[in-house]
């Protein structure tokens, strides 16, 4: 009985090491996912997808999200903010597309919860009602 309980000890000790650098490098990588977001935010390209969408050039817009996206593949956000501007030009499954990229990402962010509801308006704006319940 003793011997198993020291080995019950022994392994509860290895999974707490495990857990703990687990989660050190968990934190890691999230500190480095958001070091990234800040400085991609404040580039000069994103500031001019920025203000392109703002002047109405959403074509431009789109294309300097699409350079942002080739540079920055596991920046979900981009696609969401992509995928904004093709659902305001009209262009549903491109931002379906988008909107997809991010709701099967396993990386989330702060606008994450809000793909959903993304999803479901976009499938409403295509008269998909079907789908568009389906997701709500």
């Not at 696609?79 to 931002?95: L, P, V, W």
Request: net charge positive; hydrophobic share 40%; charged share 20%.
């Amino acid at each position: 009985m003793k011997i198993i309980l020291k080995i019950s000890s022994i392994l509860f000790v290895v999974f707490l090491i495990t857990y703990s650098v687990h989660s050190y490098q968990l934190n890691t990588i999230a500190e480095e996912y958001e070091r990234i977001t800040r400085v991609i935010q404040m580039s000069s390209e994103n500031k001019a997808a920025i203000e392109a969408n703002k002047a109405g050039r959403s074509k431009e817009s789109i294309s300097l999200y699409s350079n942002l996206i080739d540079k920055y593949p596991n920046q979900i956000w981009l696609y969401s903010q992509r995928g904004d501007i093709y659902s305001f030009i009209n262009e549903f499954q491109a931002a379906l597309s988008d909107y997809y990229n991010v709701a099967n990402s396993k990386v989330t962010n702060n606008n994450s919860n809000q793909i959903p509801l993304k999803i479901g308006l976009t499938y409403m704006k295509l008269e998909n009602i079907r789908l568009c319940c389906c997701i709500f």
